[in-house]
């Protein structure tokens, strides 16, 4: 992709940023608990997060299962509504539930579901799944272009001959091929922006990375914006340009991929990387197994959420909840240890 020239000033020679394709302002979900017990009580999902998808870029949402990610991709995909908060496509403000208006903004935005199994309906075959794709973002397709668009679709996901898979249903597809028809449906819409929801990890662990490799293919080539959910940080490395890691509904650090990943700063995100398997870090590991469990989102710890794991908690951290601060490397983290005048302790490896 072609890099564009800023202004004729001082930094004329330094591009300018990819354009903003959909954003997350402060968005909130909370939901009702049921009940006679549940009367008054909500689970906090998700906690005023930020989150910017710039055409031409990946950011991983990283976290560990309950931390939001997935209900951060059904309220940007419209699937949910807000309890509070925005979503902007292209810097307007969206907010549609159905008709029309839904069906135009499922032509900017598609998301593609973390089981294909099940997100395809087993009844009908890979013809009439991508064939009611096309017919309903783009109507009016005589009987010729719509043969040339689904082979196209098929060609585009590396489903070669198009024949082979055309007619099949999905209980004749291996899990891969299966995921490769659902981003073939999605694609079908011509979208600007993908919302990835754990894409591979339904897969077996051989064909993963083939699929990670499409989807970077498809954004190079298509220019889309990508978010990329997934619980392995490892992953976020190799695929994402920019990493935001969620605990417990809040964002705790945000970055370059190989910032975060490599020199974490939260003493979550150090706690993700650590737990991620690596031969050489085996024994480590071992040594210092992760404080605790993540906490109930209905009646959350007051202050940071994550101080009852902490080992480098302080009183602060008990009763406010920390702003997002300066980490050094461009990054991001909500965590009163890079409060200004804070000294870090001993145990908190982040070079400078």
């Known amino acids: 992709m072609a890099q564009r020239e800023g202004p004729a000033t001082d ?13 997350a302002r402060a968005l909130t979900k909370h939901f009702p608990v049921r009940g006679l017990r549940g009367r008054g009580k909500a689970v906090r999902a998700v906690e005023s997060v930020d989150l910017t998808l710039r055409r031409g870029q990946v950011v991983a949402l990283v976290g560990e299962s309950g931390s939001g990610k997935s209900t951060v991709a059904r309220l940007l995909a419209q699937l949910y509504p ?49 064939t009611r794709s096309l017919r309903i973002h783009h109507r009016g397709l ?10 196209g679709l098929l060609e585009q ?30 694609l079908g819409a011509r979208p600007t922006v993908l919302l990835a929801d754990e894409p591979v990890s339904m897969l077996d662990v051989s064909i993963r990375l083939g699929v990670l490799n499409l989807l970077k293919e498809l954004k190079e080539e298509l220019d889309l914006a990508i978010l990329y959910i997934t619980h392995d940080i490892a992953s976020a490395r190799y695929f994402a340009d920019r990493t935001v890691v969620m605990y417990a509904g809040e ?27 690596d031969p050489d870090k085996l024994a480590d590991a ?35 909840s920390p702003p997002s601060l300066p980490a050094g ?5 909500a965590c009163w240890l890079y409060a200004e005048g804070v000294e870090k302790p001993a145990g908190l490896e982040v070079k400078a």
């Open 142 to 151: 005589s009987k010729e272009e719509l043969e040339t668009r689904l082979a």
């Open 157 to 186: 996901v590396h489903l070669r001959p198009a024949e082979r898979y055309i007619d099949k249903f999905p209980h004749e597809l291996s899990g891969g091929q299966r995921q490769r028809i659902a981003i073939a449906r999605a």
């Open 82 to 130: 807000a309890t509070s908060g925005q979503v902007l496509l292209r810097g307007e403000p969206v907010k549609v539930r159905f008709g029309r208006r839904f069906r135009a903004y499922c032509r900017q935005v598609q998301m593609i579901f973390q089981d294909p199994f099940a997100s395809l309906n087993p009844i009908h075959t890979v013809r009439y799944v991508l």
């Open 251 to 277: 964002v705790v650090e945000s970055g370059d991929s190989e910032s975060v990943t490599q020199n974490p700063a939260h003493p979550y995100t150090q706690l993700l990387v650590s737990s991620a398997p």
């Open 329 to 333: 490397d461009g990054r991001v983290a």
């Open 286 to 320: 071992a040594e210092r197994p992760a404080r605790g469990e993540p906490p109930s989102l209905i009646k959350p710890p007051s202050g940071c959420r994550f101080h009852p794991r902490c080992p480098f908690a302080m009183d602060r951290c008990k009763t406010e």
């Open 11 to 23: 930094a004329a020679t330094t591009p300018t940023e990819d354009p903003i394709m959909l954003e």
